[in-house]
């Protein structure tokens, strides 16, 4: 129940090409405290409800715990959140067998372009593709819980 993470900025589009799969994710937090928060998001076709941890000091690992929810559960749950929903198409790009999660953010959000690694420890290494740039995981500004309250075209 430890998601090791690492996030990084995206400095192009190559990763489209790249991508086996994408979909749409519309997700919003009835709680977004940074120590614990509590996330609904329909991924797709499916609904899941999650509550993630403070993260420890490199931010790389946390708590988290999530479960799959009828859809129509998931809708029902959505207008009880917070205000700041987060929309993006997430793109699933393998490479060099490390799958990189690539989110294309819209609404307030746009212009906002994040990739996430999971890996099995904080020292495990990957090679980088030649769109991440800089790595940002320690920054709580590009955590979904802190751009649905503070959007990135607020910044």
């Known amino acids: 129940m430890v998601e090791i993470e690492r996030k990084f900025l995206v400095t192009n589009r190559d990763f489209i090409s790249e991508s086996s799969v994408n979909f749409r994710i519309v997700q919003g937090y009835l709680n977004s405290n940074p120590e614990r928060t509590v996330r609904v998001r329909i991924k797709g076709d499916k609904g899941f409800l999650t509550i993630k941890g403070k993260g420890n000091d490199s931010g790389m690992s946390r708590f988290e715990w999530e479960k799959e929810i009828a859809i129509s559960e998931a809708e029902a749950l959505l207008p009880l959140c917070e205000k700041g929903a987060i929309d993006k198409i997430r793109y699933n790009v393998m490479y060099e067998n490390h799958l990189f999660e690539v989110d294309v953010f819209f609404g307030e959000n746009e212009g906002l372009i994040v990739a996430e690694i999971e890996l099995q420890s904080e020292n495990e290494s990957f090679e980088k593709p030649n769109w991440l740039g800089e790595e ?18 607020s910044w």
């Open 136 to 153: 940002v995981t320690s920054d709580e500004r590009y955590y979904n819980a802190y751009l649905s309250n503070n959007p990135f075209k």
